[in-house]
T-cell receptor
Framework: DAGVIQSPRHEVTEMGQEVTLRCKPI?????LFWYRQTMMRGLELLIYFNNNVPIDDSGMPEDRFSAKMPNASFSTLKIQPSEPRDSAVYFCASSRLAGGPRDTQYFGPGTRLTVL | EDQVTQSPEALRLQEGESSSLNCSYT??????LFWYRQDPGKGPEFLFTLYSAGEEKEKERLKATLTKKESFLHITAPKPEDSATYLC??????????????FGTGTLLAVQP
C-alpha cells in the first residue's frame, strides 16, 4: 500500500499568494483529516471529511482557509491569501471507518509551508 | 475542556537505560488512546491503540499501558534508533464525530549510544 500521499513536500511562497496543498488518502479509507503542526501549538485538527463530506471544520483558523474533497481519492487545502503566520507543517491523514469508534488514522509525510 | 498533557517534554537516555513517558488526559467520552512516533521531517507513525483501563500492548522495546486518567509508554533497554518524538492522542466522542483525535505536544526522546 502506498500510504497517504501529499504534495508538494515543501512550499515557499510570498505573503498574499494562494497556496494549494494536495492529499491522496489510502485506498479504501472513508475518512480524511487535515492537521497543522507548529512548535507552539503542536498538532491541530483543521477539518475532516467522511465519505467526501466535510463533518467538522471548527479547527479552520479563518475564512482564508478552505478544503475540498471532490472524490474519494483526492483532497485539497487552500489558503488564500497566505500570511507569514500560516507557516507550518500541514499533514493529511486518513482512516478506514467513517465515524467508527475503533479506528486508526494514518498520516502522510506532510507539506512544509513557508510564507515570506 | 478536553485536554491531553505529556511529560516530560524532553528525555535523554543512555542506550539500555529504561524509562517511561507519561500521557495524562482530561476528557469526557474517551473512545481510545493512541500512541504515535514522529521522526524529524516525517509524519506521525502509528504505534498502539488502547481502549480500556488495564489494557497493555507491546511492540519490540515499547509497552503501552492505560489507566482511567493516564497512559504510560515504557521503553525497555532503548537503542539510538528509538530516538524520536512520541505523541499521545485521545479519541473523543462528540456525538457523530467519533474520529476526532486530540493530541498532546509530545515527548522528544534522545537515546545516546
Amino acid at each position: 500500500d502506498a500510504g497517504v500521499i501529499q504534495s508538494p513536500r515543501h512550499e515557499v511562497t510570498e505573503m498574499g499568494q494562494e497556496v494549494t496543498l494536495r492529499c491522496k488518502p489510502i485506498s479504501g479509507h472513508n475518512s480524511l483529516f487535515w492537521y497543522r503542526q507548529t512548535m507552539m501549538r503542536g498538532l491541530e485538527l483543521l477539518i475532516y471529511f467522511n465519505n467526501n463530506v466535510p463533518i467538522d471544520d471548527s479547527g479552520m483558523p479563518e475564512d482564508r482557509f478552505s478544503a475540498k474533497m471532490p472524490n474519494a481519492s483526492f483532497s485539497t487545502l487552500k489558503i488564500q491569501p497566505s500570511e507569514p503566520r500560516d507557516s507550518a507543517v500541514y499533514f493529511c491523514a486518513s482512516s478506514r471507518l467513517a465515524g467508527g469508534p475503533r479506528d486508526t488514522q494514518y498520516f502522510g509525510p506532510g507539506t512544509r509551508l513557508t510564507v515570506l | 475542556e478536553d485536554q491531553v498533557t505529556q511529560s516530560p517534554e524532553a528525555l535523554r537516555l543512555q542506550e539500555g537505560e529504561s524509562s517511561s513517558l507519561n500521557c495524562s488526559y482530561t476528557v469526557s467520552g474517551l473512545r481510545g488512546l493512541f500512541w504515535y512516533r514522529q521522526d524529524p521531517g516525517k509524519g506521525p507513525e502509528f504505534l498502539f491503540t488502547l481502549y480500556s483501563a488495564g489494557e497493555e500492548k507491546e511492540k519490540e522495546r515499547l509497552k503501552a499501558t492505560l489507566t482511567k486518567k493516564e497512559s504510560f509508554l515504557h521503553i525497555t533497554a532503548p537503542k539510538p534508533e528509538d530516538s524520536a518524538t512520541y505523541l499521545c492522542a485521545v479519541q473523543v466522542f462528540y456525538g457523530g464525530a467519533t474520529n476526532k483525535l486530540i493530541f498532546g505536544t509530545g515527548t522528544l526522546l534522545a537515546v545516546q549510544p
